[in-house]
Each structure stands twice: as structure tokens, then as C-alpha cells.
């Protein structure tokens, strides 16, 4: 029997006291409790955090009380989720805040790619960057403080690997223990290693994310577990910071495009959140297009906007090398919807091969990242092609997860052997220009410099420059 809080007492955890509400995205309706489901009790659609004082701030001051922060060594100063915590749910006090100085992402420019695909201002926001390697984190802060302030012992998840690393340390963090439920065999080694040592307990399930996501539901209406999926609407306001800290990177000055991946569409729902907000408020005078890219083995946004008008969602039995969004069923589709039209963002699909070159690029720029944030570039260029973005317009490229965060990924690609055996192996010779293989030689002066040698005839081209 499981104890339903870290307090002695047997009744239920009780709900933060504060100034902001639930609304549904559905109907509208607004509520200061949210079921565990986090589910309208009119309606059934998903909840989304509101906060009425967030609207009435100067927003000049607020760019200055931002920025001052930055220099400040107070923990939740040090933090880039909640240096911005005028437009965030407030937590009962600053101690009770989870944090492990997460956000504070670089934004990078890539000078190869821009070249490369003529976009003289491209740039990526390494959420890679983050303290799990991902950019769960930003959300896992928020989520992890409200769970432990509402006296929950035990916070679970399904999870496609980067979630659950993320959960498993917030909890560890915050005294609390938690449950992850990962399909078997279909995470990364990295991303499993990571729960494992952050002391989760973890459950691999032989079913795929979806299946596992189902699991979960019907576990928190039975059990005193706080679910930390991206369903609850405190993750979404966390992963709004991305959008706060991007602007402040570019002096508030808004880029024509910001590009995502899409997997349960939490993060798209999120920036967009952050985006309408800030524009809400005065901090931006105009909205970028947001825009949504999935792997086309993991296509059930791309499917429901040209199958469904965007009306109903369309379901894929998800395959795909990006594991991370390996995702058929995504929770957040409707709030996915409603920002891309919102904002006019695209919505593109890409190949496997298209996204094994695309981080592969990302990588060759000194940055790196896991496969599913290469569908980002992999997107734009498509989007280029077709006109949607234009040269001379501001890009930015949301890497969500570390390059070392799926090291098998990066080794088969650079030893060839990535698509062997499948449909795409004759196709992936193409890619060869970019692959980097080991070379294994005698432990000999000579032998070194002849590789040398030949590594400068074959490729003159490459230069650090
Ligand atoms: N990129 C990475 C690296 C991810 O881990 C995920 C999702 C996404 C993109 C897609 O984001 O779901 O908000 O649309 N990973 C989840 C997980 C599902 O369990 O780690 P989304």
C-alpha cells in the first residue's frame, strides 16, 4: 500500500493556494483544482495554466529586472527558468523551489549550414545544453516544485528516455521518488542509464510509448502518483522560458521562424504558450511562425492537420531512428493546433536519411545534438524549398536533446552500418561525404602521418574556418 504523501497524513495531497487557475483549452472554463488527469471535468479537454497578474506587469521593467537577475547569485536567480518567474505559476515559497540551475541555454549561430543552405541568419538553441541533457529540464522544475509542495511521495512517467532522466533527477533533487515506464528496448542506453543512476525505478514495458502513456493514466486514477508527462501544465509553463530566454538573446527583437520537433507536442505548446503571452504583454511587437517538424515514421501532427483539418487527430503506429519522438497518439495535439495556427507556423515531415544528415551537419558545427532535434534542420531546408521561409529571413532551430544523449545513433551512422539492412541502405551511400569512421592502425609514428595524409587529399575542403 502505497503512503499518499511525504506527511503523515492518509488524506489526499492537497492543492498549492495561489493566483493562478486551470482553463481548458476546450471550453474555457476555469478551475483552481486540477484532477490528476489534468483533464477538464466539464469537457475532458487538456488544462492550461492562467494567471491574471501575468498581463498587467510593465514589460519594460520586466527586461530590466531580467536582466539584472543575471548577475545575481541567489538560487533562483541562478536558475533560467525561474529568473523569468513574473510569468510562471508562483510556488508557495522560494525554498520549496526544485532546482538544479536549469535553462541558461546558449544560443549558437551555424555558420556551415547557413552557408551551406543560404540563411545568413540561422541559429540554434541548444536546450541540449540543459543539467540532464535535455529540455525537460525547464518544465521538470516547475512540475517537480508543485509535486512536492502538494505533498506528493511518488512522481511517474512514460517516457521515450529524455523525460524520465530529467524526472528521475528532479525528484532525487526534491526528495521524492519516482517511476518511470519506458518501452523496452526502444530508449537509448544513455537515457536509461541516466534514470537508473538518478535512482528511479524503473519499468521497462514491452509496448511502445503510447501504450506506456495509457498505462500511466489508469495508474494515477488508482494510485498517489503525480504524473510529470507533459500533460500537466506546470512542465509547459517551465518550457515556456525557452521562448522568454531566446528573446532576451536577441534583444527582444522576434525571429521570422522558430522550428521545433514534434513528438508528444508538449514543447511546441509551450513556446507557443510563451509567445502569444509575450506578445500579450508588449514584449515582442510581432509574432514569429513556430513550426513543427516530425520524423515521417512519427507523422500523426503532419497527418492530422492534411487528413484532419486539424479537427481530429490521426493516429500512426510510430517508427522512427529519433527515438525521442518516437510517438503515435500525442497527448497535446489540440494545443499543438491551436499555436501553429496561432502563430502561421508549418507543420513538415522528414526521412530517416534526411534527419542522419542533418545531425550530422549539426555535429560537424562543433555542437551536436540527438537525432530528433535534426529534424529541425532537416525541416528547414524543406520549408525552404518551398518558399514558407525565405533567405533573407531570421531562423531558429530548437535542438532539444545532447549529441551525447544516443551515442549508438552517432556511432552506426559514422560506421556505416546505420541503415543496414533496411530499406534505405542503398539510398544512405549518399551520405557518406559525412561520415567521420574511426581508423584503426598499428601504434606507429608512420602509420599516423599516411592517414594524415590521406585524410587532407581526400577532403581539402574541410577547414576550421
Ligand atoms: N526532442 C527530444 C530530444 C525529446 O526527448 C522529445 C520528447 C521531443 C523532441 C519532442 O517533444 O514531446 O514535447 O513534442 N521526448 C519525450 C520523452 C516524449 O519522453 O522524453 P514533445
Not at 531558429?396 to 549508438?408: A, I, S
Amino acid at each position: 500500500m502505497l503512503p499518499s504523501s511525504t506527511s503523515e497524513k492518509s488524506s489526499k495531497p492537497s492543492p498549492p493556494q495561489a493566483s493562478f487557475g486551470f482553463r481548458c483549452i476546450g471550453c474555457g472554463s476555469v478551475t483552481n483544482t486540477a484532477a490528476q488527469d489534468f483533464r477538464c471535468s466539464e469537457c475532458g479537454n487538456l488544462l492550461e495554466i492562467t494567471d491574471s497578474s501575468w498581463n498587467s506587469r510593465n514589460p519594460t521593467a520586466l527586461k530590466t529586472l531580467w536582466r539584472e537577475r543575471r548577475s545575481l547569485n541567489a538560487s533562483l536567480d541562478l536558475s533560467g527558468v525561474w529568473r523569468f518567474r513574473e510569468l510562471l505559476p508562483g510556488p508557495a515559497s522560494e525554498d520549496s523551489v526544485v532546482t538544479l540551475r536549469e535553462g541558461n541555454t546558449p544560443l549558437y549561430e551555424l555558420p556551415q549550414s547557413s552557408r551551406r543552405i543560404g540563411i545568413p541568419r540561422l541559429y540554434a538553441k541548444h536546450q541540449g545544453m540543459n543539467p540532464t541533457g535535455s529540455f525537460k529540464d525547464t518544465g521538470m522544475t516547475v512540475a517537480a516544485t508543485f509535486a512536492r509542495q502538494a505533498g506528493y511521495r511518488w512522481v511517474a512517467c512514460a517516457s521515450t528516455g529524455n523525460t524520465s532522466a530529467s524526472m528521475a533527477a528532479y525528484a532525487a533533487r526534491g526528495g521524492m521518488r519516482s517511476l518511470v515506464l519506458v518501452p523496452e528496448g526502444k530508449i537509448s542506453w544513455s537515457k536509461l542509464s541516466q534514470a537508473l543512476d538518478y535512482g528511479a525505478l524503473t519499468c521497462q514495458l514491452r509496448t511502445d510509448f503510447d501504450g506506456c502513456l495509457r498505462l500511466l493514466q489508469e495508474l494515477v486514477r488508482q494510485a498517489p502518483v503525480y504524473q510529470l508527462n507533459s500533460i500537466n501544465p506546470f512542465r509547459l509553463e517551465g518550457q515556456k522560458t525557452l521562448a522568454l530566454e531566446l528573446l532576451e538573446q536577441l534583444d527582444w527583437q522576434p525571429p521570422d521562424h522558430i522550428i521545433v520537433p514534434g513528438g508528444n507536442l508538449g514543447n511546441s505548446s509551450a513556446i507557443g504558450k510563451a509567445l502569444l503571452e509575450m506578445l500579450d504583454l508588449g514584449l515582442i511587437p510581432s509574432l514569429p511562425k513556430l513550426s513543427v517538424i516530425q520524423a515521417e515514421g512519427a507523422n500523426a501532427l503532419v497527418r492530422t492537420l492534411r487528413e484532419g483539418g486539424g479537427k481530429r487527430l490521426v493516429s500512426v503506429q510510430a517508427e522512427t531512428r529519433a527515438t525521442a519522438i518516437r510517438i503515435g497518439n500525442p497527448a497535446s495535439w489540440e494545443k499543438a493546433v491551436k499555436v501553429l495556427q496561432a502563430t502561421g507556423g508549418a507543420c513538415e515531415q522528414v526521412s530517416e536519411l534526411e534527419i542522419a544528415q542533418a545531425k550530422a551537419e549539426i555535429g560537424a558545427e562543433g555542437i551536436g545534438c540527438e537525432p530528433a532535434s535534426a529534424v529541425t534542420l532537416a525541416g528547414l531546408k524543406k520549408l525552404l524549398q518551398q518558399g514558407f521561409v525565405k533567405p533573407e529571413e531570421t531562423v531558429v532551430l530548437v535542438l532539444t536533446g545532447n549529441l551525447l544523449k544516443d551515442p549508438d545513433f552517432t556511432m552506426g551512422f559514422h560506421r556505416g552500418d546505420l541503415f543496414q539492412g533496411t530499406a534505405d541502405e542503398r539510398e544512405s551511400a549518399r551520405l557518406n561525404p559525412f561520415r567521420h569512421p574511426p581508423v584503426v592502425l598499428d601504434a606507429s609514428l608512420a602509420a599516423v602521418i599516411k592517414t594524415l595524409e590521406q585524410a587532407e587529399e581526400s577532403n581539402p575542403q574541410q577547414s576550421n574556418a
